[in-house]
């Protein structure tokens, strides 16, 4: 309750606008900036991936709705209808590498941001010749494993743009990093991975994080 709670403080300070106002109406600082990126239909490219060798746990109608049902319901309601989100969902597609070629540490700080950036890219390399990835705002990419702490894909849910592709350390300043797929296509936007059992509250925790942009080195929305 409590998580829902401060998710929900988020998203509506997210939706506020970028002018600052003080309680008479005038322009002021008394405020933090909040972003006016998260609104409107955000495009997003759904994709559901899986290992040569790791069978997936749950069936891809499951994975679906809950990104272009669930998902979207809840970005929707939290943000008054403000924002809503159009999925593209394909899946599955299959990986060329086995899971121990993707497979995380548990742990923020001992993250292989090379892993992460093979997992988006590797992706993005299997649709690159029927996806025009500009046509997106952001992509969310299901591992089709089951996964707890180390176990399976190792992490269960995090955002990797802006997020770990940016590598986390005390000096950590989140940035777009730029993807490219084999043949050269780039994608920049946002971009969460969630395991195939990450609930719903993780989903929108890690998307929230794509929403709101970046300012002074800053993500808006965390």
Request: with cysteine.
């Amino acid at each position: 309750m409590i998580a829902r709670i401060l998710i929900s403080i988020v998203l509506v300070l997210s939706f506020m606008g970028n002018n600052v106002q003080t309680a008479d109406g005038e322009e002021g600082n008394s405020l933090a900036p909040q972003s006016t990126e998260a609104r409107g239909e955000k495009r997003v490219l759904a994709v559901a991936v899986k290992f040569p060798d790791a069978q997936p746990g749950k069936s891809l109608e499951e994975i679906k709705k809950r990104i272009t049902v669930s998902l979207n319901a809840y970005v929707t309601d939290q943000s008054y209808g403000q924002t809503s989100i159009k999925a593209d969902f394909r899946g599955w597609v299959m990986l060329p590498d086995s899971l121990a070629e993707y497979k995380l540490s548990p742990y923020n700080f001992k993250v292989d941001r090379n892993k992460v950036r093979k997992l988006v890219e590797d992706t993005m390399s299997s649709l690159e010749k029927e996806v025009d990835f500009s046509n997106y705002d952001q992509m969310v990419i299901v591992p089709g494993v089951t996964t707890t702490p180390g176990q399976g894909y190792g992490m269960i849910c995090y955002c990797a743009n802006p997020g770990m592709l940016s590598g986390v350390s005390k000096r950590y300043i989140p940035k777009y990093e730029t993807l490219k797929s084999k043949g050269g296509k780039e994608f920049r936007g946002g971009v969460i991975v969630a395991a195939e059992n990450a609930h719903l509250g993780m989903f929108a925790h890690d998307y929230i994080h794509t929403l709101g942009g970046i300012q002074d080195g800053k993500r808006l929305a965390p």
